[in-house]
């Protein structure tokens, strides 16, 4: 895992440091100075290791192949496993059998945080999948320009138009045979276990695209947010049974909305 190997890389560094300019002039670690210099030396070469992870990666791999290769997938899942490492995240799945077999259909899931797309790419590995993102992801620093590349569909929320556009781009990848994730709150919830209203303009994906609908829905526990590194941050990713798309035949775009929170609301209802 890339993200083991960056930790590994800092520790190395800073060991080494730590043993080169101060064990060994005298034999004793007990220079503050240098043990704080060789972690910050450990933590600089690890960030660009990082960096030079994803800038090559991206013109030898993610400029070339198709969206929905598979490999481009799986470096881009060791990139997005480094803050989930990191930060101590520890996802638990349920109903992971519940995932359709042939790829190009449609997820809707709740947004809780900016981490739910790293916990969505490394914990739903059975195919590639990409996003209907906000525009402002392109701005990212390193990570942005590879979002377009794995078939990520940006959307300009200040725009209607481009907005609309947005929605028939995530179509056509579906009917293409990419997995889309939609975030049918349009935004992040503030509050744990509490969903916002759901924007049916966004299910036009799942009507339109002709695919099974995939409900999903991120649990965190009440402390989520008082729980402080390093302790473990523990979150639940509940896999609903998928929606076929001839069940979803005559509905509207709200009866379907309507449907689907209720599906996605559930588990955040127990869990209370």
């Known amino acids: 895992m890339f993200a083991i190997l ?13 043993y080169l300019f101060d064990y060994q002039v005298d034999g004793v670690i007990n220079n503050p100075i240098m043990i704080i210099l060789s972690i910050l030396a450990g933590t600089v ?7 030079l992870y994803i800038d090559v990666f991206y013109f030898l791999v993610a400029k070339r192949r198709p969206q929905n290769s598979k490999f481009k997938h799986f ?17 638990k799945v349920k109903g992971k059998e519940n995932l359709p077999e042939n790829p190009g259909f449609s997820i809707y899931v709740n947004h809780t945080s900016m981490m739910d797309i790293p916990v969505l790419m490394y914990k739903l590995n059975k195919h590639p999948i990409a996003f209907l993102q906000k525009q402002e992801v392109l701005d990212l ?3 942005g320009k590879w ?36 975030f049918p709150e349009g935004t992040r919830t503030n509050k744990i276990g509490e969903l ?3 924007k049916p303009g966004s299910f036009k994906v799942a009507l339109k695209s002709k695919a099974p609908l995939v409900p ?25 049974k998928p929606i076929p798309f001839n069940d979803l035949r005559g509905m509207t775009s709200l009866d379907l909305s309507n449907k689907v929170k209720k599906i996605i609301e559930t588990p955040l209802k127990i869990s209370d």
């Open 147 to 182: 979002t377009p590349k794995l078939g990520c569909v940006m959307i300009d929320r200040s725009n209607p138009r481009k907005g609309a556009e947005a929605i028939v781009n995530v179509i056509k990848n579906v009917k293409n045979g990419l997995t889309m994730v939609v």
């Open 216 to 240: 999903i829905t991120i649990v965190k526990p009440n402390n989520f947010k008082k729980v402080k590194w390093p302790l473990p941050k523990k979150i639940t990713v509940v896999i609903h």
């Open 6 to 18: 960056l930790l590994v890389i800092n520790i190395t560094v800073s060991i080494l440091g730590v």
């Open 75 to 91: 470096l881009a899942k060791q990139i997005m496993t480094v803050p989930l490492v990191f930060t101590n995240t520890r996802i």
């Open 45 to 51: 070469v690890m960030l660009a290791v990082f960096f």
């Open 141 to 143: 620093f390193a990570v």
């Open 196 to 198: 916002i209203e759901f």
